[in-house]
Each structure stands twice: as structure tokens, then as C-alpha cells.
């Protein structure tokens, strides 16, 4: 990690306005200011910001109207002549600025569509250039964009706008997207190899209040990572406690609807789940719901040949330096994860170290998700 490049993006960020206007609604600001540029006009040229918007993304020629939070998309354009009720959708941006990308919104958002044209060119705006999904994004015929790829389109319109005020503020929005997203770079591999951020860094992003941004970059990225060495692994990508997720599910739950229909109908039904999230790796069993911890047990010595009464110590002896006792050990052989009155799943975890490497942890996954795979 370059520390000099790290204060001087932060310093920055700090006297940029546009930066500190973004944190209050995040990806909707996003979405206002590209609906403002559209306005843009000024005497000789009334549709100055429909030429720059048009600059911006590509999509089909005629006359357009933009609007944000459409149907549930956070930014359309729609074309100016087409039926109020029914229009035709020339275009969609969706923000990403501090969520991971995932395919299943993706593929709604595209059947969606079909019902309003079905041409519509379609835009992926994201601070994340690496997630599991990229390519599954891809080709369903979504253009991934970062927001500085973005700001670097934006400042090269600057030169058409004669209104000082206006021109800054487009120029103080491109800089801060950039320094946005360098800082962040810093943060991921190879730049930053450490799997947990140290306390003094993690201090100093949230005071910026970004925490929350650099972790899901960070656990994105080793997602994807995670995906080019297992490509069959089924992953989910989630947020809670104030901590970016990383699940691996065993069997493939590919059909959301069939899981729940299997959940009702099968309660034999069980799925072996690698979970890393913060400082904490564990192995859990879903669903649980009416599982007694002897049937957690058996259950998991079906998908795991691992002695679970031996999970936690065995696995700090394999893997030293790596990993380490939880904190808050107990008795319990699973622990209950508990959500809305339901219990989704029991796991057992152990901590990660301070000193292990997204390569560590890769390797770790590697090696469980081999035996999962070999002993089912």
C-alpha cells in the first residue's frame, strides 16, 4: 500500500463538496447528478446536456427523456415520442456505488425490459472492478462502467460549458470519483494482501464514513478470486452486522423458488455453507430451523469428513497463523443464526488472524470445498 497516495486522496476528499453531498444518499445521488447534467442548456445550445448525457452512454438516436428511480431502475432514458403508459426505454443505468453487483438483479431488470422494447442498451455504473458475476453481467449484454471511466467522459465535455459554477461542479464530481476510487485501490490485492484491515486504517475510513465501501471491495474482489479457482462454487454476496459477506453454498442452490418448495417439502434438505464474514470463518449447515444439535452433527458428517467435535482446534493446528480461537467460545457445537424468529442456519466458526493473506484464506476455501465435493 502506497500511504503518501492513501493521505493524499483522503485529503482531497475531505475538501471536495460533492464527495461529502454524495454520503447522504450514496447511489441516489449518483442518479440525480446524471439527471441534472441532462438539463444542462444555455442560450445558444438548449440541449447542451442531452449531447453530453448522449456522450456519456451510447444508446439509440431520437429524442429522450431521463428520469431516476423508474420502475424500480435508477436511471433510465426514455425515448420522447413513445406512448406515456407504455414508453420505449432507450437506456438504463444502475448504480452500484457501495453494493456488489449480482446477476439475479441483473436478469429481473432484463425481463423487465422485454416489456418496454426489449432494445434498451444497458449500463452497469460501479466502483468494483472485480466481483463474482462480472461475466455472467456481461453476457447478458450489460456495458460495465466505473464511475471514474465515467468522470473521465465527464471533463472531457467541460470545455462546451461557458457557466463557471456549472463547469466546477462537473469538475469537483470527476475528482472526487477519482480519488474515490484510487483510494479505495489501495485498500485491495496486490496493493493490500492482509485479508483483515488493520485497526488504524479501518479508523481512519470510517471518520471519512467509506468503511463500509472499502470492506465490500475488498470481499468482492476475493470473491472473484474465489470464483476463477472454483468456477462451479455457488456464491453469495451479502452485508450484515456492519460487515461484508462471503458465502459458498454446497450442493448448487441455483432455483431461489425450488429452495423454498425443497425447505417445505424436504425437511432432510440440507445445504453445507462456507461462510467468511469480518474476522470469522465457519462452516454451518442450512436449514436448521428444526435441527437438534446431534442432527446438526450428523448432518454435517454427511457433506464434511472432519471430526466437528474437533473443528475448531484442528483447524488452528492446520492452519497456524491463519487462524485462531473465537473470543467467545462456548460449549455449543453450533452456534444459532437467527433471522426474523426463524433460524437459518447453525455454524461453528474460527477467527482469522491479523497476519493472514487473501491468499490464506483462498487456500483454505480451496482445500474445504475439495473435500466437500469428494466426500458428497
Known sequence: MNNSVVDRCMAELKMSPMFHFSLASKELFHSNFFEWISTISTPQNPELGKQIF???????????????????????????????????VLLVVENKLKSIPYYDQILRYNELL?????????????????????????????????????????????????????????????????????????????????????????????????????????MSAFAAKVKKSLPESEIRMGYGHGMAMMEIWYPKILDKKKEKEDKENNKNCRSFVIQVQGDKYSHGVYPCDDLSEDQCIKTYSQFFSKNLKDFRNSYIDEYPGIFAAMSRDNDSKFCKFKSQGDYLFRYQGVRISPEATFDDILKVIENDYHKLTHTS
Not at 57 to 72: I, K, L, M, P, S
Not at 162 to 176: E, G, Q, R, W
Open 54 to 88: 448522449r456522450s456519456l452512454f451510447q444508446f439509440e438516436e431520437g429524442d429522450f427523456t431521463v428520469a431516476r428511480e423508474w420502475n424500480h431502475l435508477d436511471l433510465v432514458a426514455k425515448s420522447a415520442d413513445s406512448d406515456l403508459k407504455k414508453p420505449s
Open 114 to 218: 422485454q416489456e418496454y422494447g426489449g432494445n434498451s442498451s444497458c449500463y452497469l455504473l460501479t466502483m468494483m472492478t472485480e466481483f463474482s458475476d462480472r461475466q455472467r453481467i456481461l453476457d447478458e449484454g450489460w456495458n460495465i462502467l466505473t464511475y471514474n471511466q465515467m468522470g473521465d467522459k465527464l471533463l472531457q465535455s467541460i470545455e462546451l460549458i461557458d457557466d463557471k459554477y456549472v463547469a466546477n461542479l462537473i469538475k469537483d464530481y470527476c475528482n472526487f470519483v477519482s480519488n474515490l476510487e484510487c483510494l479505495c485501490r489501495e485498500f485491495l490485492p496486490p496493493h493490500d494482501n492482509k485479508f483483515l484491515l488493520n485497526k488504524e486504517d479501518r479508523i481512519k475510513l470510517q471518520n471519512l464514513r467509506i468503511l463500509d465501501l472499502v470492506d465490500k471491495m475488498r
